[in-house]
């Protein structure tokens, strides 16, 4: 069982800055890939961006060139640096892991951007 905490999620106004963390309980180095996810009320949740075991990233269209995905093998922890924030980008975001096929979530942390 691979237990994750987000963290650094907070207020900020439209066009400021965040870092979320999400801390492991094991190597990362261990698993196959991470992921950032977001969600809305009302709404399933989005993938915003993704790093697999060799370092490759993916982001969704919209947080391309805002968002940046990586990690800290010596802290177990992957970041996610979101500047140029928008209203749009309010949600509780969520890290998910996938280990052998198998998927782990983190509870959330709730960024909400203000104008």
């Known amino acids: 069982q691979v237990q994750l905490v987000e963290s650094g999620g907070g207020l900020v106004q439209a066009g400021g800055s965040l870092r979320l963390s999400c801390a492991a309980s094991?190597?990362?180095?261990?698993?196959?890939?991470m992921n950032w996810y977001r969600q809305t009320p009302g709404d399933q949740r989005q993938i915003v961006a993704h790093?697999?075991?060799?370092?490759?990233?993916k982001y969704i269209g919209s947080v391309k060139g805002r968002f940046t995905i990586s990690t800290d093998n010596a802290k177990n922890t992957v970041y996610l640096q979101m500047n140029s924030l928008k209203l749009e980008d309010t949600a509780l975001y969520y890290c998910?892991?996938?280990?052998?096929?198998?998927?782990?979530w983190g509870q959330g942390t709730q960024v909400t951007v203000s104008s």
């Open positions: 094991e190597s990362i180095s261990s698993l196959d890939e």
């Open positions: 998910l892991a996938w280990r052998d096929g198998e998927p782990f």
């Open positions: 790093i697999n075991s060799g370092g490759d990233t």
